[in-house]
């Protein structure tokens, strides 16, 4: 942490001042935070009897995240969530926030204070705490890493490795909302098709910009142990599904016809001409959960799930590593999941 | 964390590969941590009944550090150990590294081995587990992004606030070394004055690659409750003690002459011309810790400092805050404390 006075990161933002700024903006008092931002450390009371939970990421301007398509309030919205949804599909609440800034040249303080604001809006709804961070100039664009702690109760952590053969394979909410929404982003000019209602288009925009971690599911799928595996999906349903497979050694065969798809996304694709499931398949950062459950467990997975309001949809079955994965068409042919997985901004250098 | 391969580093650096070969050289079984690398989170048993530390630091290139007077491994061991220094600050013990790595295009394998070589070599001492991180790739240079997590037993962490008028001001080891060493590396052509000897000059510049966090002086400090404030020295002594009293809302009047200094600055400072106090009190990254203590427990800690084989000088005294900070010259003047604190690289840009 050290949030000290030592690098200017321009000459209009004192790192001191913003610290102050920031600390005194988020710094919410709380019996289980002893000293947050300003000593050499964050000091907490951790949850009695609880296993700890912990996820870091650093994001790169140009790579992870475009200031062409997203406001600082956005990425930091974002950044936020993909942090919370790391601790959502390890089935556990997340309690504290880091977060490191490094700000270019000609970096502003309005731009900083969006950041922050950003992220302070996705932790609001789970009380997480920002307890700590570092400031510092950056010679390049703008990086942020954020360190997320949470706990969970002992042996109720989900891991990617545990899926069966024979479990189903599920999903929450729909998929290829977020792709579709910053596709729409990145092509201002319109599309081939009919044009996309307005209402339909804001929606896919704030899925991608201001996507949900859902903290409440995997809390539920972990405390009802209604899972073997679990994983958020950042990378895209194709890439993740490959993470639970490798790490559980086994395979899977995707019902391409299953995939949950929203109106808007059916609606996007008709516009563009393309497949939805093609978005559903390759689309990331939906940050929905992709869980595998037991086959006995799936009738009160699925009425409980109703009972809760939350939606969740089988999209296929756990099969033995040597079938590798698979999807089955909606005529019924059978083929290799193709390796699509969404890689976010390339690097623009 | 998402350890995954969404980010091409460059052609050659797959994250993925890259991570899994970390895993493999650094992920030690261990009780404690019920999963390391490669899931969403990592997933660790904290140790009973202690107050947690938490601390982070980002890194950049041409900032933080350069990659003209440092290699890969010596980064990568000052970045660990500014975090380890912030956790003996705290009088806590270290316990779980996450990293976050961006990593140009032109980045290469073994550099980026180097680093994690570097950073576990600092670690090993404290036996602190790798347990997470995230790497991906950079538009610009390289950024390190260090989380560091330690424990203390309730109510023993030391804070920066906490000084009373009249407690002594203390430093660990000796000061200005960082500095001298620093300057040897980036003044290749030599100085005007009469050689360092090259024992000495190895010395500094080992002292600036390699320093120490002191774990051992601040747990002892701790568990003895010998301190009523503590800081490591990061900054410097002119920026660190003014961390101390602003959180103590006290002055602070320093002896220069009791300054302690290693035999090879004072050598370097006489080949150079400069004044060897000048050093001490503007250099920053020794990572001594900077202490006070009661006058009642001072003839217990110099004592018990001489058992354990710690090196402590008092070099001042902690003075009301309408005093503000001094300095006493050997002559017995007495003037502001300059605000010379170490700036560390400053952007290159």
Redesign the interface.
Known sequence: ??P?????ASPSLREFDLIRTIHRRYSRQDRAV??GI?????????PAR???????????????FDLRTSGFADIGFRAAT?NL???A??G?TPL?L?????IP?NGRELQVNQLYRGMMAACRPHKVRL????V??????W?I?I????S?P?HR?L??RGARVGDGIYVTGTLGDSLAGLELLQSRSGSAGPPLPPRLRRWLVGRHLRPTAHIAIGRWLSTERLATS???L??GLS??LR?ICE?SRVGAEIDVAALPLSPACRAFAETGGSEPSALALAG?EDYELLFTTRPRHQARLEYEARQHGFRVTRIGTVRPARAGIRIKLPDGRRRPLPQT????F????
């Not at 609880?50 to 992870?64: I, M, P, Y």
């Not at 880091?98 to 490094?102: D, E, K, P």
Request: zero cysteines.
């Open positions: 942490m050290a000290s006075a030592r690098h200017k002893i000293r300003g000593d050499d450390a964050a000091v907490v009371i951790p609880q296993w700890h939970l912990l996820t870091t990421d650093l994001l790169a301007e140009g790579v992870h993909a949804s790391d601790i599909a390890m556990g504290y880091l977060i490191g800034l490094a040249n307890i700590g961070g570092d510092s100039a950056s010679s390049a664009g990086f890493s360190t997320l702690v949470g969970v002992p952590a891991f990617r679990a994983i958020d950042s990378d890439g993740d993470h790490e990331g997985s969404y890689e976010h390339r690097s623009t250098t």
